[in-house]
């Protein structure tokens, strides 16, 4: 089936450590996106990236690197530097092709210090 | 002023009543509007999206635009227990980017 896998599905954090988080999609698509949702708010875009090696910041980035080496995979980085990393971690991507259609998510992955 | 402000909640309603879920918006470039729904603990799934004046209807789901306004809502007819979600009004735009509203929390109850 095609589709948006996001793997850990939880994933704990040391102190000072660095973790990736990983997004695989199967759909084509040309788009892809990292958001972070906490709780009671909206999502948040982290960053996004609509065609291989290349990606732009969002309005929250710093604390977090990405890249997208291959059409498929866009993988988020969350950095000692990001102090407050607990959140659901959403990606998203888009068949880019046709502005105005949708965005659709993975699963997310539910970060948390330990 | 937010971007995207949505009616605040908790909006509770029985079961096989209309409910009614409203944003206002502040870019008018706006130019594609999605209400996407999220179970607790879940991702957002797409429900419906709009993008002329007017409404669209698809099953029990209807949104409505006016961009004069910058208004965008949506109704759910016969509202049922499995319809207690939280649903997010989105903005998009030509490059892609897309603005979430906060949300509203709706509780169907029997």
């Known amino acids: 089936d095609g589709g948006i896998t996001q793997s850990p599905k939880y994933l704990f954090r040391k102190e000072g450590q660095n973790v990736t988080l990983s997004c695989e999609q199967n759909l084509n698509h040309d788009a892809m996106y990292w958001y972070r949702q906490d709780p009671g708010q909206g999502l948040r875009l982290i960053y996004y990236s609509q065609i291989v090696n290349d990606f732009q910041k969002g309005d929250i980035a710093e604390g977090y690197s990405v890249s997208r080496e291959k059409k498929e995979s866009f993988p988020l980085t969350v950095t000692s530097a990001q102090k407050n990393p607990t959140a659901f971690y959403l990606c998203?991507?888009?068949?880019?092709?046709?502005?105005?259609?949708?965005?659709?998510f993975g699963d997310g992955t539910r970060l948390s210090i330990l | 002023q937010k971007e995207v402000e949505q009616n605040s909640g908790p909006l509770s309603v029985p079961e096989g009543a209309i409910a009614s879920l409203n944003c206002t918006y502040s870019?008018?470039?706006?130019?594609?509007f999605f209400w996407y729904r999220q179970y607790s603990g879940k991702s957002p799934e797409l429900i419906m999206f709009?993008?002329?004046?007017g409404d669209k209807e698809d099953g029990r789901f209807t949104a409505q635009l006016n961009k004069a306004s910058q208004y965008v809502s949506l109704l759910i007819r016969d509202s049922q227990p499995s319809d207690s979600a939280t649903y997010l009004c989105v903005l998009g735009t030509s490059y892609g980017k897309l603005t979430f509203g906060q949300g509203t929390i709706l509780t169907v109850h029997p």
């Open positions: 998203a991507s888009r068949g880019d092709r046709v502005w105005n259609q949708p965005q659709h």
């Open positions: 709009i993008y002329s004046n």
């Open positions: 870019d008018r470039g706006s130019q594609s």
